[in-house]
C-alpha cells in the first residue's frame, strides 16, 4: 500500500512538473522572449555567480573554521613537522591564486552581461600580458618545486646506520612486523617457507633469525630514527603512518623501505590530544581486496629505555615456536636453542 | 600549390557527391551500420549518456554506504541480489562498484562519449568536409565500442562480479582469483573489454588526425582553424601515441593471468601455497598503466577545454584571447602529459631520484594550464556575454579547472604526495579538474551543438536549472572531500569504524552522499529536457548562436555530405567578433576580407590588395 502512494505521488509530482514546464515554455514563446538575444534569466544568471561565489567563500571559512581541528593530525615525526609546514605554505599560495582567478571568474559575467547597448571590446591578444602570467606561475612554482625537493632527498635519504630495523609485511588482511632480535640482524627468507606459523618465511638455516621476534603491536623509541623495512606477500599493500607522514607501498618481490624519527611518545600525545585512548595506528592504503579497510595495526612510541626494557622481554620465534628448530640445520641446532632461550646471550660472541 | 590541390580534389568530392544525392539508404545502413559522422556522434552521444546514467548511479550506491553506514538497504535487494547481505553491500562488490564507477566514467563516457560525441560530428562540420576521412573506419570504431560495451556490461551481471581491483587494475590482485571475487571471469572481461575498446579508440583517433590534416576546405589553414579542432587534434594524437602502451599492459597481464608468465608476479604466497613466479615487477604494470593513464587524463580533459574555448568566445561576443597562446599551451600540455605518468607512483618504492625528476616535469604542466585558465578570464573582461546554458556550463568548466587544477600542485609535490597520497584529497582533486570539468565540457559542448545535431533547440529554463543544480552540487560534494584527505582518510574505504584516526567527519560523509544524490537526481532534468527536445523542442534556425565557425553555415538538419551546395572557403580566423568597424557582432569564416572592407585591420587590407593583383 505504502509503495503504491509513493508510486502515486511521484507520478504526480511528474505530471505537475512537466505542465510547469510546458506552461513556462508556451509562455516563453508567446511573449517572444525567446526571439531576443538575453533577457531577463541573462541578468538573473548575472548576478548569480557573485552571489553563489560569496556564499561559497562565506560557507568555506566557517566550515573550514569548525573542521580545523580534525585536520592534518598532530605531526608525530620530525620529517612530518616539515612537510606540514610546506603543506599549509602551499595550500596559502594555492587559495590566494583561488580567490584571485575565482573573484575575476565570477565577477566578469555580471559586470560584463549582454546589452544590447554595448560592443564587445576586440582584443584578440596582447603578448607582454601573457608572458607575465607565463613567467609569474613558472617563478613561483620553481620556488615551491625546490622546497618540496629539499624535504623530499631528506626524507627518501638512506636510514642512518645506527637506526631501530623492523620488518612489515602485508598479507591479506593483516600486517605481521618482525624484529631482528638482539643481533640486530633480520634473518633471511624465503616466500616458499611460508606456512601457516612460519608468517614471513623466515629461513632458518641463517643463524641471524635464530633470535628474530614476532610482537603483536609495534614498539618504537622515541626520538631515534627507525627503519621499516615492507614486504608483500600476496598483493600489494601499503603502510600507513598518518601521524607519521609517512606511507610507501608493500611490493612482493619488491621489499621497499622507509625511516623517520618519532618525537611524541604515545602518551604525550595522550596529553597533546587530550585524548587519553590516544593510539598510533597503521592503516593500508593500497586496494588489497574484500579486507583492505580493516588492515589496522597498533603502534606505540615509548621512551628510549622503556623501549629497550620491551625489546628485552620478547620472546624469540624459535622458543615460542620449538617445532621449527627441526628447520635448524643440525649443526646450529644447539647455538639455535641458547640463542632462542637465552636472552642475555648475544650472537656476536659466537 | 598545396591548396590549389586541395581545392581540386574538393571539387571532385562534390561532383562525386551529387551523383549520389538521391539515393535513399536503408533504414540499417542510415541509422544503426551508419558511415555519416553525424550519425555516428549521435551514436556515441547516446551511448555515453546511457553509461553516465549507469556510472552515475553507481556511485550513489557506494556514497549510500559511505554516508549511511549503518543503513539498512535491503530495499536494494531487488537490483542488487545476492551482493546485499543482511541489508549490507558485500565489501567485494563495494570494490566492484569503485572499479566500475571509475572505469566506466574515464573511459566509456568522458572519453568515447566526449570525444567519440564531438571530435566526430565537429571534425568535418567546421573544417569545411564532407565527412570524414574514412567512413567506414568511423563505422568500424563505433561498433568497436558497442562490443567492449556489451563485454563491460555483461561482466556486472556475472556471479563472481566485475572487475574489483580499482580502475587502475593493479596486479597482483587484478592477476590472482584467488585474491578477489572479481579478479575472475570479471577481470577476464574487462580486459576483453578495454583490448576491444583501445582498438575503437585507434580507429576514430586515425580518422580524426587523418581528416583534419587531409580534408581541411580551401583557405582553412591550421592557424585558422577553431580552437575546438585543434583540442580534438592533439587529443587523438596522445590516444594514438599513448593507447597502445595500454594494450600491451593489458595483453601481458592476460599472459600472467592465463598462461603462466611473470611479467608482474613475483614471490606470491596466497591461499596456501606458493605461486611459481619470479622475478616479476608489480611496478613495470603501472609504468605502463600510467603511461597511458596520465595522457588519458588529458584525452579527457582537452576536448572539453576546446568545447570551452568556442563556446566562451562566442558568448562573450569576443575573439578567444591568445589564440596562438591557447594552440601553444595545448601542444605543451600535450608534449608534457607523456612525461610526467610516475607522480602517480612517489610512494610505490620507485627510486626516490626518479620522484624528483618527476616531481619537476609534473609542476612545469601547470604553467601552460595557468595560462589556459587565465586567458578564457581574458576573453570574457569587456565582453559582451550572453549566459546560454552552453556558456554556464564553460564558465563552470573554468572554475571546477583552476579549483582541481590548483591542489595539483600540492598532490604534484612528492614530498606532500606521501600523506596524502591514496586519501581523499586526491579523489576531491581529480573529481574537480578531470571528472566534473570534463564532464561540464560535455554538457556545454551538447547545449551548445543541439540545435545542429537535432534541428531543435534544448529548453533553455531547464538548461538554467540544471547548470546551478549541477554546479552548486559538484562543488558541495567534492570540496568537501578536500578537508576529509587532509584529515587523511584514505580511499577506497569500504567504511572508517575501525580506526580512532578516521573516526571523525561522519556528518560531511553524510553532507556528502545528500549531495552526490541530489546532483545525480539532477540530471534527470537534462535527461527529460535532451529526449523531450529531439522531438518537440522549438525548431532551430541555422545560427541560433550567432557564431563564426563553418557548422552553422549548414542547413538546420545538414544532411548527408554537410553542404546542399559546394563546400564554403575559409578567408578568416573564427574568432571575428565584435570587430570595429563591423555592422553586426560576427563575421563567418567563409566571409571574404574583401566584403568587409570596413572592419579590416591593416594587414588584412593588405592582403585584399595582394590578391586583388594575382
Redesign the interface.
Known amino acids: 500500500m505504502n509503495t503504491l502512494i509513493i508510486v502515486a505521488s511521484s507520478v504526480l509530482i511528474l505530471a505537475i512538473l512537466f505542465l510547469l514546464?510546458r506552461v513556462?515554455?508556451l509562455v516563453?514563446?508567446l511573449t517572444g522572449s525567446?526571439k531576443k538575444?538575453?533577457g531577463m534569466?541573462?541578468k538573473?544568471?548575472?548576478i548569480?555567480?557573485p552571489i553563489?561565489f560569496i556564499s561559497?567563500l562565506i560557507a568555506?571559512y566557517f566550515?573550514?573554521g569548525y573542521?580545523s581541528e580534525?585536520?592534518?593530525?598532530k605531526p608525530a615525526s620530525e620529517h612530518g613537522v616539515?612537510?606540514d609546514n610546506?603543506?599549509w605554505f602551499?595550500?596559502g599560495?594555492?587559495l590566494v591564486?583561488?580567490v584571485l582567478?575565482?573573484s575575476?571568474?565570477?565577477y566578469?559575467?555580471y559586470k560584463?552581461?549582454?546589452?544590447p547597448d554595448?560592443?564587445?571590446?576586440?582584443?584578440?591578444?596582447?603578448h607582454k600580458?601573457?608572458i607575465i602570467?607565463?613567467i609569474i606561475?613558472?617563478i613561483v612554482?620553481t620556488g615551491?618545486?625546490f622546497f618540496?625537493?629539499r624535504?623530499?632527498?631528506d626524507?627518501?635519504s638512506p636510514a642512518p646506520k645506527d637506526a631501530v630495523v623492523l620488518e612489515i609485511t602485508g598479507?591479506?588482511f593483516n600486517w605481521i612486523v618482525r624484529y631482528p632480535g638482539k643481533d640486530g640482524k633480520l634473518g633471511s627468507y624465503n616466500?616458499?617457507l611460508?606456512d601457516a606459523t612460519n608468517e614471513v618465511?623466515i629461513d632458518f638455516a641463517d643463524k641471524s633469525s635464530f633470535d628474530d621476534f614476532l610482537p603483536r603491536e609495534i614498539h618504537i623509541p622515541k626520538g631515534k630514527p627507525v627503519l621499516f623495512k615492507?614486504r608483500a606477500?600476496?598483493?600489494?599493500h601499503?603502510v600507513?603512518l598518518?601521524?607519521f607522514?609517512?606511507?610507501?607501498?608493500a611490493?612482493?618481490?619488491?621489499p621497499?623501505s622507509f625511516w623517520f624519527t618519532p618525537i611524541y611518545t604515545t602518551d604525550e600525545m595522550r596529553g597533546i590530544t587530550n585524548n587519553p585512548?590516544?593510539?598510533y595506528?597503521l592503516?593500508?592504503?593500497?586496494?588489497?581486496?574484500?579486507?583492505?579497510?580493516?588492515m589496522?595495526f597498533l603502534l606505540v612510541v615509548d621512551e628510549p629505555d622503556d623501549f629497550e626494557k620491551w625489546y628485552d622481554q620478547q620472546e624469540a620465534f624459535l622458543k615460542k615456536n620449538p617445532d621449527y628448530l627441526a628447520n635448524v640445520p643440525s649443526k646450529l641446532r644447539d647455538l639455535a636453542l641458547n640463542v632462542s632461550n637465552n636472552s642475555e646471550n648475544k650472537l656476536s660472541s659466537f | 600549390m598545396s591548396a590549389a590541390t586541395l581545392s581540386h580534389s574538393a571539387d571532385a568530392h562534390v561532383a562525386h557527391h551529387d551523383e549520389h544525392e538521391h539515393e535513399e539508404l536503408s533504414f540499417i545502413r542510415k541509422y544503426i551500420f551508419s558511415e555519416d559522422h553525424k550519425t555516428i556522434a549521435k551514436q556515441f552521444l547516446i551511448s555515453g549518456l546511457i553509461w553516465a546514467v549507469l556510472g552515475g548511479a553507481m556511485s550513489v550506491i557506494f556514497r549510500l554506504q559511505l554516508g549511511f553506514p549503518g543503513a539498512n538497504l535491503e530495499w536494494l535487494k531487488p537490483i542488487l541480489g545476492q551482493w546485499i547481505q543482511n541489508g549490507k553491500i558485500d565489501p567485494e562488490f563495494y570494490l566492484a562498484l569503485v572499479t566500475m564507477h571509475g572505469t566506466i566514467m574515464v573511459f566509456f563516457v568522458l572519453t568515447a562519449g566526449l570525444s567519440g560525441t564531438f571530435s566526430n560530428f565537429l571534425i568535418p562540420l567546421q573544417i569545411g568536409a564532407r565527412d570524414m576521412a574514412s567512413g567506414f573506419l568511423n563505422m568500424l570504431s563505433y561498433w568497436f565500442f558497442f562490443i567492449s560495451s556489451t563485454l563491460m556490461f555483461i561482466s556486472l551481471f556475472i556471479e563472481t562480479g566485475p572487475a574489483a581491483g580499482g580502475w587502475v587494475i593493479y596486479p597482483p590482485l587484478s592477476a590472482l582469483p584467488q585474491a578477489i571475487k572479481g579478479s575472475g571471469l570479471g577481470m577476464t572481461l574487462w580486459l576483453c573489454s578495454m583490448a576491444i575498446f583501445i582498438v575503437s579508440s585507434l580507429l576514430g583517433s586515425i580518422n580524426y588526425i587523418t581528416t583534419v590534416i587531409n580534408l581541411r576546405t580551401k583557405g582553412m589553414a591550421f592557424t585558422r582553424l577553431p580552437l575546438t579542432i585543434w583540442a580534438f587534434f592533439i587529443t587523438a594524437v596522445i590516444g594514438v601515441l599513448s593507447f597502445p602502451v595500454l594494450f600491451s599492459a593489458a595483453l601481458l597481464l592476460i599472459f600472467d593471468r592465463s598462461f603462466g608468465t611473470s611479467f608482474y608476479l613475483s614471490e606470491i604466497y596466497i591461499g596456501g601455497e606458493a605461486l611459481h613466479n619470479i622475478g616479476g615487477s608489480p611496478l613495470l604494470f603501472q609504468h605502463l598503466f600510467w603511461f597511458l593513464g596520465h595522457p588519458e587524463v588529458y584525452i579527457v580533459l582537452l576536448p572539453a577545454l576546446g568545447i570551452t574555448s568556442e563556446i566562451i568566445a562566442t558568448n562573450s561576443r569576443k575573439p578567444i584571447f591568445g589564440y596562438r597562446a591557447m594552440i601553444g599551451s595545448l601542444l605543451g600540455i600535450a608534449f608534457l602529459s607523456f612525461i610526467v605518468w610516475a607522480h602517480h607512483m612517489f610512494v610505490t618504492g620507485m627510486n626516490p631520484f626518479l620522484g624528483s625528476v618527476f616531481m619537476f616535469l609534473t609542476l612545469i604542466i601547470a604553467v601552460p594550464s595557468a595560462v589556459k585558465a587565465f586567458n578564457y578570464i581574458a576573453t570574457m573582461w569587456r565582453g559582451n556575454i550572453v549566459f546560454t546554458p552552453a556558456m554556464l556550463f564553460s564558465i563552470g568548466l573554468v572554475s571546477l579547472f583552476i579549483s582541481g587544477g590548483l591542489t595539483g600542485i600540492i598532490l604534484g609535490n612528492s614530498a606532500l604526495d606521501i600523506q596524502l597520497h591514496d586519501t581523499y584529497y586526491v579523489v576531491a582533486h581529480f573529481h574537480l579538474v578531470m571528472g566534473s570539468a570534463s564532464f561540464f565540457g560535455f554538457m556545454a559542448g551538447v547545449y551548445h551543438w543541439f540545435p545542429k545535431m537535432f534541428g531543435r533547440m534544448l529548453d533553455e529554463k531547464l538548461g538554467y536549472i540544471h547548470f546551478w543544480l549541477t554546479f552548486a552540487g559538484v562543488y558541495l560534494v567534492f570540496f568537501p572531500m578536500h578537508y576529509i584527505g587532509i584529515a587523511g582518510f584514505p580511499r577506497r574505504y569500504y567504511s572508517f569504524t575501525s580506526y580512532d584516526a578516521f573516526s571523525t567527519f561522519s556528518d560531511l560523509n553524510m553532507f556528502i552522499s545528500v549531495a552526490a544524490i541530489v546532483t545525480f537526481a539532477g540530471q534527470f532534468i537534462f535527461g527529460f529536457n535532451f529526449f523531450y527536445s529531439i522531438f518537440k523542442g522549438r525548431k532551430a534556425t541555422e545560427n541560433p548562436w550567432s557564431s563564426n565557425t563553418l557548422e552553422w553555415t549548414t542547413p538546420v538538419s545538414p544532411g548527408h555530405g554537410n553542404w546542399p551546395g559546394a563546400i564554403p572557403e575559409v578567408h578568416r580566423w573564427p574568432y571575428d567578433y565584435s570587430k570595429p568597424g563591423a555592422s553586426a557582432d560576427f563575421i563567418p569564416q567563409n566571409i571574404p576580407l574583401s566584403a568587409t572592407p570596413e572592419s579590416n585591420l591593416p594587414h588584412e587590407e593588405e592582403e585584399v590588395k595582394a590578391l586583388a593583383h594575382v
Not at chain 1, 580534525?70 to 593530525?73: E, N, S, T, Y
Not at chain 1, 611490493?251 to 619488491?254: E, I, Y
Request: aromatic share 18%.
Open positions: 514546464f513556462q515554455s516563453s514563446i525567446t538575444i538575453a534569466s541573462n538573473i544568471n548575472a548569480l555567480f553563489f561559497a568555506v566550515y573550514s573542521a580534525f585536520f592534518l593530525p616539515v612537510t610546506l603543506f602551499i595550500t599560495v594555492i591564486a583561488f582567478t575565482n575575476l571568474l565570477f566578469f559575467p560584463y552581461q549582454y546589452s554595448r560592443k564587445a571590446h576586440f582584443y584578440p591578444d596582447n600580458l601573457e602570467w607565463t606561475p613558472a612554482l615551491l618545486v618540496g625537493w624535504a623530499w632527498t626524507i627518501t598479507k591479506q616466500f616458499k611460508i618465511g615492507i606477500r600476496d598483493v600489494l601499503s600507513f598518518p601521524h607522514r609517512q606511507k610507501m607501498d611490493v612482493p618481490g619488491m621497499t585512548a590516544f593510539k595506528e592503516a593500508c592504503t593500497e586496494v588489497c581486496g574484500k579486507g583492505h579497510f580493516g589496522k
